[in-house]
């Protein structure tokens, strides 16, 4: 090696650390056509469950009937069925000779809120949710990670003598409300069943079918929830100087507590402090006693969360100090912590994804809403979180250059994903993830 060709060869051996092709293993070209059948032949079948479940949705903890239907189509397909596992979860095994546990995650939920995609087969379902009436959407695509998990199954199944090993299928509740995984866990997914020894999940995003992206390392943020209460003394609103102002107080804190954001927090590092609800008063006249803030605190790296935690804590009680008010309620309610993307799982994986989609299968930067798959990762088993598209190709291009209008991103009430080539993509990565895992370990690592 002389010294020109050096760094040349640094910069493959560091591609090469994620992608390595001497680990290519798994005959991806020789697969890839097997699971395409598999997935083309079932498809009509996948198109009734996903259309079914779409229809009739339901909101966390609520999804009794959604995860009866899951259930059917596992012992159907010769998978130990183990319903209401954290409340309306389910566990599903397949033994299929010796080898690791490999899990596989979907959720169950759906959102309280209304569909407007005007699709023949969109949801008019309704509920009652935290005693309010709400319609009810698969506004965030797990139907569709639904039919991808049950087209997995089968699609493994017809390919079981290409691995060895244990399937552990998991369907969660309530991930839209972080407490379904934690739910799961604490009735024992993990003691009353083997822990598994790797574990996937996919979610769909406003991206072009066919397509696939991953992270290595950090895949999604820590949330938390804030609630501050600021205690004034009320009184007239022409007669301030007898009063103490609340309203002040909450007007200077969310003000203030960005600076915790920009002077604080390193630049390069994601977080964010977001006030969404303020609630406080009742007439034009009166300064009330007190205001409360609502507002989420999202980050990536746990040093970053503790230094804002820090920063936004210290702005509020200097906020009353700066007004002599009693020290200000604070509340900091734990949500979800980041995914962490394990790198020996994802670089296994990624051979075979890179093999089967090309440059449809890319890296991306860590996304900003969460998701509590971070606890079964948290809990130990090491795991990949990927994304798939849902789009049409040429609406997402046209929507990126300009010409065409917007995609409606998860959690819009125009959500609408194409079925059939995002449900197809989400059944062969995810087929082709778990066999390479299976092989990784036959290998013994
Ligand atoms: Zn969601
Ligand atoms: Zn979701």
Known sequence: MNRFTKPLLMSVALGAAILSPARAEIDVPRLKPMIEKSVEVDYPRLDALYKDIHA?????????????KLAAEMRA?????????GKTGLVAIYKNGDGPTIMVRTELDALPM???TGLAYASHEKTVWNGQDTFVAHSCGHDIHMASWVGTAKTLLGLKDQWQGTLMFIAQPAEETVSGAKAMLAD?????????DFGFALHDGAFAYGHVSYRVGIGSSNSDSLEITFHGHGGHGARPERTVDPVMMAARFIVDVQSVISREKDPTEFGVVSIGAIQGGTAENII?????????IRTFKPEVRAKMLAGI????????AMSDAP?????????????????????TAATALKAAFGDKFRPSPPLTPSEDFSEFVNAGVPSMFFNIGVYEPERVAAARNGTGPELPSNHSPQFAPVPKPTIETGVEAMTLAVISAFDQHARGK
């Open 114 to 116: 209304e569909e407007k």
């Open 188 to 196: 024992g997914l993990f003691t009353r069943f083997k822990k598994p």
């Open 77 to 85: 397909l010769g998978f130990e069925v183990t319903e209401k596992v």
């Open 327 to 347: 020290a200000p309620d604070i509340r900091i309610t734990e949500g979800a912590k980041a995914v962490i993307n394990d790198p020996e799982v994802v670089a």
């Open 56 to 68: 009739h949705p339901e909101v966390a903890f609520q999804e009794v009937k959604t995860a009866a």
């Open 288 to 296: 009330p006693d007190k205001v409360l803030l609502r507002g989420t």
């Open 313 to 320: 804590e210290r702005t509020a009680k200097a906020v009353a």
